[in-house]
Protein backbone atom coordinates (compact mmCIF):
# COMPACT_ATOMS: atom_id res chain seq x y z
CA UNK A 1 0.00 0.00 0.00
CA UNK A 2 1.50 3.51 -0.80
CA UNK A 3 2.66 5.34 2.06
CA UNK A 4 0.42 8.82 1.76
CA UNK A 5 1.41 11.63 3.42
CA UNK A 6 -2.49 12.77 4.65
CA UNK A 7 -1.68 16.40 5.33
CA UNK A 8 -5.05 17.16 6.90
CA UNK A 9 -2.61 17.79 10.07
CA UNK A 10 -0.03 19.79 7.80
CA UNK A 11 0.53 23.79 7.37
CA UNK A 12 0.52 24.12 2.84
CA UNK A 13 3.08 26.54 2.33
CA UNK A 14 3.53 27.95 -1.06
CA UNK A 15 4.51 30.78 -2.57
CA UNK A 16 4.28 32.54 -6.27
CA UNK A 17 7.86 33.59 -6.14
CA UNK A 18 10.79 31.20 -6.22
CA UNK A 19 13.72 31.56 -4.05
CA UNK A 20 16.68 32.13 -6.65
CA UNK A 21 19.17 29.81 -6.58
CA UNK A 22 21.71 29.07 -9.43
CA UNK A 23 20.76 25.65 -11.12
CA UNK A 24 23.16 22.85 -11.31
CA UNK A 25 21.88 22.03 -15.41
CA UNK A 26 19.26 22.59 -17.69
CA UNK A 27 16.60 19.91 -18.41
CA UNK A 28 17.24 18.44 -21.71
CA UNK A 29 15.09 18.38 -24.73
CA UNK A 30 13.67 14.64 -23.93
CA UNK A 31 13.02 16.26 -20.21
CA UNK A 32 10.74 18.84 -21.79
CA UNK A 33 9.23 16.25 -23.63
CA UNK A 34 7.86 14.23 -20.47
CA UNK A 35 6.88 17.70 -19.09
CA UNK A 36 4.85 18.59 -22.11
CA UNK A 37 3.35 14.68 -21.93
CA UNK A 38 2.61 15.46 -18.22
CA UNK A 39 0.26 18.26 -19.30
CA UNK A 40 -1.23 16.59 -21.91
CA UNK A 41 -2.25 13.80 -19.90
CA UNK A 42 -3.56 16.24 -17.02
CA UNK A 43 -5.23 18.19 -20.07
CA UNK A 44 -7.28 15.13 -21.45
CA UNK A 45 -8.48 13.67 -18.54
CA UNK A 46 -10.30 17.22 -17.98
CA UNK A 47 -7.77 17.48 -14.56
CA UNK A 48 -6.23 21.16 -15.62
CA UNK A 49 -7.61 23.23 -18.04
CA UNK A 50 -5.49 26.14 -17.31
CA UNK A 51 -1.41 24.71 -16.19
CA UNK A 52 0.54 27.23 -15.22
CA UNK A 53 4.30 25.68 -14.77
CA UNK A 54 7.15 26.97 -11.66
CA UNK A 55 9.90 28.25 -13.78
CA UNK A 56 12.08 25.90 -11.28
CA UNK A 57 12.11 22.33 -10.37
CA UNK A 58 11.84 20.76 -7.44
CA UNK A 59 14.62 19.01 -5.13
CA UNK A 60 15.60 16.31 -2.88
CA UNK A 61 16.69 19.16 -0.65
CA UNK A 62 14.29 20.57 1.46
CA UNK A 63 16.05 23.31 2.63
CA UNK A 64 16.47 24.89 -0.76
CA UNK A 65 12.60 25.54 -2.21
CA UNK A 66 13.24 27.12 -5.74
CA UNK A 67 10.13 26.96 -7.09
CA UNK A 68 8.49 28.46 -3.72
CA UNK A 69 6.77 25.22 -2.50
CA UNK A 70 6.78 23.48 0.59
CA UNK A 71 4.66 20.56 1.58
CA UNK A 72 5.62 18.52 5.05
CA UNK A 73 8.92 20.41 5.55
CA UNK A 74 10.13 19.56 1.93
CA UNK A 75 9.89 20.23 -1.90
CA UNK A 76 7.85 17.66 -3.03
CA UNK A 77 10.05 14.87 -3.50
CA UNK A 78 10.31 13.38 -0.19
CA UNK A 79 8.70 14.03 3.43
CA UNK A 80 11.15 15.87 5.74
CA UNK A 81 11.30 12.79 7.68
CA UNK A 82 12.50 10.69 4.69
CA UNK A 83 15.98 10.59 2.81
CA UNK A 84 15.90 10.29 -1.23
CA UNK A 85 16.83 6.69 -0.43
CA UNK A 86 13.81 5.97 1.47
CA UNK A 87 11.31 7.54 -0.94
CA UNK A 88 12.99 6.27 -3.75
CA UNK A 89 13.02 2.85 -2.08
CA UNK A 90 9.13 3.68 -1.75
CA UNK A 91 8.70 4.37 -5.27
CA UNK A 92 10.50 1.36 -6.85
CA UNK A 93 7.95 -0.83 -4.58
CA UNK A 94 5.22 0.59 -5.84
CA UNK A 95 6.14 0.65 -9.60
CA UNK A 96 7.46 -2.98 -10.52
CA UNK A 97 8.60 -1.62 -13.82
CA UNK A 98 11.03 0.95 -12.65
CA UNK A 99 14.42 0.01 -14.65
CA UNK A 100 17.35 0.13 -12.04
CA UNK A 101 19.23 2.18 -14.42
CA UNK A 102 16.49 5.19 -14.25
CA UNK A 103 16.56 5.48 -10.29
CA UNK A 104 20.56 6.88 -10.67
CA UNK A 105 19.65 8.95 -12.81
CA UNK A 106 16.67 10.63 -11.64
CA UNK A 107 18.22 11.14 -7.96
CA UNK A 108 21.63 13.09 -9.26
CA UNK A 109 19.54 15.71 -11.46
CA UNK A 110 17.38 16.37 -8.29
CA UNK A 111 20.13 17.46 -5.70
CA UNK A 112 19.96 20.75 -6.55
CA UNK A 113 17.02 22.84 -8.66
CA UNK A 114 17.16 23.60 -12.47
CA UNK A 115 15.33 26.64 -13.96
CA UNK A 116 12.87 25.36 -16.72
CA UNK A 117 12.75 27.55 -19.83
CA UNK A 118 9.36 28.23 -22.03
CA UNK A 119 10.26 25.36 -24.02
CA UNK A 120 7.90 22.69 -23.03
CA UNK A 121 6.11 21.07 -26.02
CA UNK A 122 2.05 20.54 -24.52
CA UNK A 123 -0.64 20.49 -27.17
CA UNK A 124 -2.77 22.95 -24.56
CA UNK A 125 -1.41 26.53 -23.62
CA UNK A 126 0.05 27.07 -20.35
CA UNK A 127 2.27 29.70 -18.44
CA UNK A 128 5.27 29.65 -16.31
CA UNK A 129 5.83 31.45 -12.85
CA UNK A 130 7.72 32.58 -10.44
CA UNK A 131 10.32 35.43 -9.96
CA UNK A 132 11.51 35.60 -13.64
CA UNK A 133 8.11 35.49 -14.76
CA UNK A 134 6.38 38.25 -13.18
CA UNK A 135 3.71 38.84 -15.90
CA UNK A 136 0.07 38.77 -14.87
CA UNK A 137 -2.00 36.12 -16.63
CA UNK A 138 -4.68 36.94 -18.66
CA UNK A 139 -8.28 37.27 -18.57
CA UNK A 140 -9.61 33.96 -17.71
CA UNK A 141 -7.09 32.25 -15.76
CA UNK A 142 -8.21 33.33 -12.13
CA UNK A 143 -8.34 29.66 -11.23
CA UNK A 144 -5.01 28.29 -12.69
CA UNK A 145 -3.67 24.76 -12.14
CA UNK A 146 -0.11 25.01 -10.64
CA UNK A 147 2.67 22.45 -11.42
CA UNK A 148 5.71 21.69 -9.37
CA UNK A 149 8.19 19.57 -11.69
CA UNK A 150 10.87 17.26 -10.84
CA UNK A 151 14.10 16.73 -13.58
CA UNK A 152 13.03 13.52 -15.28
CA UNK A 153 15.16 10.36 -15.20
CA UNK A 154 15.84 8.54 -17.81
CA UNK A 155 17.09 4.58 -18.30
CA UNK A 156 20.21 3.53 -20.36
CA UNK A 157 18.10 2.82 -23.51
CA UNK A 158 15.73 6.13 -22.92
CA UNK A 159 12.72 4.41 -23.14
CA UNK A 160 11.25 4.99 -19.75
CA UNK A 161 11.34 8.06 -17.71
CA UNK A 162 10.60 8.94 -14.05
CA UNK A 163 9.29 12.29 -13.03
CA UNK A 164 7.47 13.91 -9.67
CA UNK A 165 5.02 15.71 -10.29
CA UNK A 166 2.98 18.07 -7.66
CA UNK A 167 -0.01 19.94 -8.77
CA UNK A 168 -2.31 22.11 -7.32
CA UNK A 169 -6.09 23.17 -8.06
CA UNK A 170 -8.26 25.73 -7.51
CA UNK A 171 -11.58 24.27 -7.27
CA UNK A 172 -11.29 21.39 -4.64
CA UNK A 173 -8.08 22.23 -2.88
CA UNK A 174 -8.74 18.42 -1.69
CA UNK A 175 -7.83 17.09 -4.90
CA UNK A 176 -4.68 17.95 -5.23
CA UNK A 177 -1.60 16.20 -4.53
CA UNK A 178 2.06 15.01 -5.64
CA UNK A 179 2.75 11.51 -7.71
CA UNK A 180 6.10 9.88 -9.09
CA UNK A 181 5.36 8.75 -12.85
CA UNK A 182 6.53 6.53 -14.79
CA UNK A 183 6.24 6.86 -18.65
CA UNK A 184 7.42 4.40 -21.58
CA UNK A 185 8.52 5.56 -25.21
CA UNK A 186 6.27 4.20 -27.64
CA UNK A 187 5.54 5.37 -31.07
CA UNK A 188 7.67 8.81 -30.42
CA UNK A 189 5.34 9.63 -27.80
CA UNK A 190 6.03 9.45 -23.65
CA UNK A 191 3.30 7.74 -21.91
CA UNK A 192 2.42 7.68 -18.72
CA UNK A 193 2.02 3.92 -17.28
CA UNK A 194 2.47 3.82 -13.62
CA UNK A 195 2.32 6.27 -10.15
CA UNK A 196 3.56 5.99 -6.66
CA UNK A 197 1.88 8.51 -4.14
CA UNK A 198 3.89 10.92 -2.17
CA UNK A 199 1.52 13.37 -0.99
CA UNK A 200 -2.02 14.45 -0.94
CA UNK A 201 -4.19 16.89 0.40
CA UNK A 202 -7.14 15.72 2.05
CA UNK A 203 -9.11 17.87 3.92
CA UNK A 204 -10.72 21.80 3.52
CA UNK A 205 -9.42 22.50 6.90
CA UNK A 206 -5.89 21.88 5.75
CA UNK A 207 -6.88 23.86 2.56
CA UNK A 208 -7.57 27.02 4.66
CA UNK A 209 -4.54 27.11 5.99
CA UNK A 210 -3.04 27.61 3.00
CA UNK A 211 -0.71 31.22 3.06
CA UNK A 212 -2.46 33.95 1.90
CA UNK A 213 0.08 34.31 -0.61
CA UNK A 214 -0.16 30.88 -1.98
CA UNK A 215 -1.72 30.23 -5.21
CA UNK A 216 -5.66 28.87 -5.51
CA UNK A 217 -6.03 25.01 -6.02
CA UNK A 218 -7.45 23.58 -8.40
CA UNK A 219 -7.81 19.73 -10.23
CA UNK A 220 -7.61 15.77 -9.65
CA UNK A 221 -4.32 13.94 -8.85
CA UNK A 222 -5.70 10.06 -8.87
CA UNK A 223 -5.37 10.15 -12.85
CA UNK A 224 -2.90 7.36 -13.71
CA UNK A 225 -3.44 5.66 -10.80
Same mark, same amino acid.
Given at each position: ????????????? !??? *??? $???? #????? %???? @?????? !??? *??? $???? #????? %???? @????????????????????????????????????????????????????????????????????????????????????????????????????????????????????????????????????????????????????????????????????????
Amino acid at each position: MNKVARLSAFVFL !LSY *FSV $AQQP #STSPS %AEEY @AVMGAM !LDG *FHD $AGRA #SHPIV %ADYT @ATFDCNSICNGMKVSGCNGLALNDETSEQRLTIVKRDLPDLDQTTIPDFEAKNRHCSKIADKIPSQSPFFLFGNDHPQKLPAGWEKADFFYFSRVGFNAQRTQALVSVSFMSGTDGTRSGGKYFLLRHENGKWIPVESSIVWQLTSREAWSQISPRSPCLRGEIDFYA
